[in-house]
């Protein structure tokens, strides 16, 4: 290939140097800053692993207090934000909406965006991470035709979200500990993932020095294709077009169409780039399916028990154990996300709003780097060689 590496999609080349997530594939393990994902999704919340994710360490108690008040004090979005929104037709996809509104964050907070400056960084990693339950339970609460329900400060990051998400103006909404638990954990297990293609996007994108606000927006992008965080929605359509015609007696059925390679139908929420074992986020997001469902009365969900014989098939089948392909973290968070009253369009746009942590704090990483480049791939030219214009 002469003076260049040849590697479409990336399958041998280390694009940068990272310090804040470790992913051994065929061990099945996650680690954020050394951090292994089981325990700190059973034993912190959100906000601490969004702490740690930027700066390396969990915080201190002193520390924790002071960066939720800080994460607080910036839920609020410009009103002129709300302007924006309705220009959207109602019946748009939140990715489409919630792309549009990353986006458009560009364009009103122009006091952080000096990247050479590590606070006005900081400022709008904060911004972000604060905004971004805001921005989606506003696209939510535009597809309804509902008002739209401000923060409420007093809450935490999660039960603050659940509330905007489900609250009206006419009753008093309370936010349910089992089902804040649940999401807190969703958010938890998504929040980073190294070099994903939607990480690399915002690396790549904010490689140019580009402010921060559209580079989150080129990820959100990037994490709507079903291959990437679409999955989960593409997962929950697949599961409920199995039940639809006849469900678990089906399964067969369905497997052998996902085992013709012309059929173009994928198990999704199956398979993975870097896991070759076991997804360890897809174990506790079904460790939380089961806790939800049983604490809200679903124990015989239907889809929970399509999803478990789906896996039990695959796990025995030689298609897949030849192949290495075991359930992702999108196989269960959807189960979990309708249990709690989120509907299937707004999957990917919660991935998101968990995943901007990441997306931040890698952009930050790269740009405190002094030796940082723009991101500049080659190509191998296989067009016309050079020719006359008659
Ligand atoms: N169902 C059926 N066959 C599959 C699947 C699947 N879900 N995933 C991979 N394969 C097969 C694939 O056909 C190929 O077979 P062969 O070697 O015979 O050609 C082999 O397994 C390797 O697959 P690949 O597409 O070359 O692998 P990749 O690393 O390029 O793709 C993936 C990884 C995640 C895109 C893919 O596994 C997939 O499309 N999965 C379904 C979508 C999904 O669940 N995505 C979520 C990923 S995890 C979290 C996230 O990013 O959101």
Not at 20 to 49: E, H, M
Not at 153 to 176: E, H, K, W
Request: proline content about 5%; aromatic content about 10%.
């Amino acid at each position: 290939t002469g003076m260049f590496t040849y590697d479409p999609g990336f399958m041998a080349t280390a694009a940068c140097e990272s310090a804040i997530t470790y992913i051994d594939g065929d061990k099945g393990q996650l680690l954020y800053r050394g951090y292994p994902i089981d325990q700190l999704a059973t034993n912190c919340d959100f906000l601490s692993v969004a702490y740690l994710i930027m700066n390396g360490e969990l915080p201190s108690p002193d520390q924790k207090r002071d960066f939720d008040n800080l994460v607080t004090h910036h839920t609020l979005v410009h009103e002129q934000m709300h302007t924006f929104l309705q220009g959207f037709r109602r019946d748009a996809h939140p990715m489409a909406v919630l792309t549009g509104l990353v986006g458009a964050l560009s364009a009103f907070y122009h006091d952080s965006t000096d990247i050479t400056n590590p606070r006005h960084r900081e400022v709008s990693a904060i911004r972000l991470i604060a905004k971004l339950p805001t921005l989606v339970a506003m696209a939510y609460k535009h597809s309804l035709g509902q008002p739209f329900i401000y923060p409420q400060n007093d809450l935490s990051y999660t039960g603050n979200f659940l509330r905007m998400m489900f609250a009206t103006p006419c009753d008093d909404y309370q936010v349910n500990d089992v089902v804040e638990r649940a999401l807190d954990r969703i958010f938890i297990l998504h929040a980073d993932h190294e070099q994903n293609a939607s990480t690399s996007t915002v690396r790549l994108c904010g490689s140019s020095g580009t402010n921060p606000f559209a580079a989150i927006a080129a990820g959100v992008a990037c994490l709507w294709g079903p291959a990437h965080g679409g999955a989960n929605e593409a997962c929950l359509n697949m599961l409920e077009s199995i039940q639809a015609q006849g469900g678990v007696a089906k399964v067969g059925e369905f497997m052998e169409k996902v085992k013709d390679k012309n059929s173009g139908v994928r198990l999704m929420g199956f398979g993975h780039r870097v896991y070759k074992n076991y997804d360890p986020r897809a174990k506790l997001m079904q460790e939380t399916c089961r806790e939800v469902l049983g604490a809200l009365g679903l124990e015989n969900d239907p889809l929970f028990k399509l999803a478990m014989e789906l896996e039990r098939i695959a796990l025995e089948d030689k298609y897949f154990v030849d192949r290495k392909l075991y359930p992702n973290v999108d196989f269960y968070s959807g189960i979990v996300q309708r249990a709690i009253g989120i509907p299937t369009s707004l999957f990917t746009a919660i991935f998101a709003l968990a995943r901007t942590v990441g997306w931040i704090a890698q952009w930050n990483e790269m740009l405190s780097d002094p030796d940082y480049k723009i991101g500049r791939p080659r190509q191998l030219y296989t067009g016309a060689a050079v020719r006359n214009v008659k």
